[in-house]
């Protein structure tokens, strides 16, 4: 019988009947499948370990008609530290829930795995602020997605610098101070704020983290970020509520 090797992460587990499970996994060459993984839930199951929530294994799959199947499954990377708080664990959940709705395929799956993989690993080790990763993810996912925002200039005078900036969370542009005036739109970007976003959309993946925010900066950053990302999918994330219950 055919069989496909890859790499992936597990982004979603479901249990079915006794001890299997169902598992929504992101891939870079097929995007995001669904895979029986069968007796998984055994102990001594060698499926248990490398199917679990957020693990990055091995996978060899055999195609089904509506599924694939899991024969056989060996860890890559387990992401021990994301369990260390309730807030690491809403974050994760959220990221890979919006991994999951954007469903990326070609090219685009492979540079959404990178990507969440990278965050999984910056919360996992407590390597940066949860609300830093959380902003860069929705940036550059929907960036990596099609959703990438025109936040070169202005839109209308094509002003670079400023004081302060208005994004567009629904038509993905830029405004200065005073053509926002103008339009009746309050900025929501400070000069941090805009550089951040300058770098998470534009610079290469390895350096995606290599910038400094203030707090103050940080906190518009971020509601600008979650408000682009949120326009932009076609439904409610389900974990979001209660991400923002515990991470504001």
Not at 182 to 204: E, S
Request: charged content about 25%.
């Amino acid at each position: 019988m055919e069989t496909f090797v890859t790499p992936g992460l597990v982004l979603k587990e479901t249990r079915y009947k006794e001890s299997d499970r169902i598992l929504t996994i992101l891939t870079p060459e097929l995007g995001v499948i669904s895979a029986s993984a069968q007796s998984s839930l055994r102990l001594k199951s060698r499926l248990f370990s490398a199917c679990g929530l957020f693990c990055y294994s091995e996978f060899v799959l055999v195609p089904g008609r509506n599924m694939y199947t899991v024969r056989e499954a060996s860890v890559k990377n387990v992401f021990h530290g994301i369990s260390r708080s309730i807030e690491a664990t809403s974050l994760a959940m959220y990221l890979a829930e919006m991994a999951a709705a954007l469903s990326p395929t070609g090219e685009e799956a492979g540079r959404e795995l990178r990507l969440l993989l990278n965050c999984l690993y910056m919360i996992s080790e407590n390597k940066a602020d949860l609300r830093v990763v959380k902003a860069v993810f929705e940036l550059r996912t929907m960036s990596e997605c099609g959703f990438m925002p025109q936040i070169v200039c202005c839109r209308d005078c094509s002003a670079y610098d400023g004081e302060a900036f208005y994004l567009d969370a629904q038509e993905g542009h830029l405004l200065c101070a005073d053509c926002a005036a103008k339009a009746g739109k309050r900025c929501n970007l400070d000069q941090g704020a805009l550089y951040a976003l300058r770098h998470i959309c534009l610079v290469d993946d390895k350096k995606i983290f290599s910038f400094k925010i203030s707090l103050g900066s940080l906190e518009k950053l971020s509601a600008a970020a979650e408000q682009y990302a949120l326009v932009h999918l076609d439904k409610p994330l389900k974990s979001y509520d209660f991400l923002k219950s515990v991470l504001p």
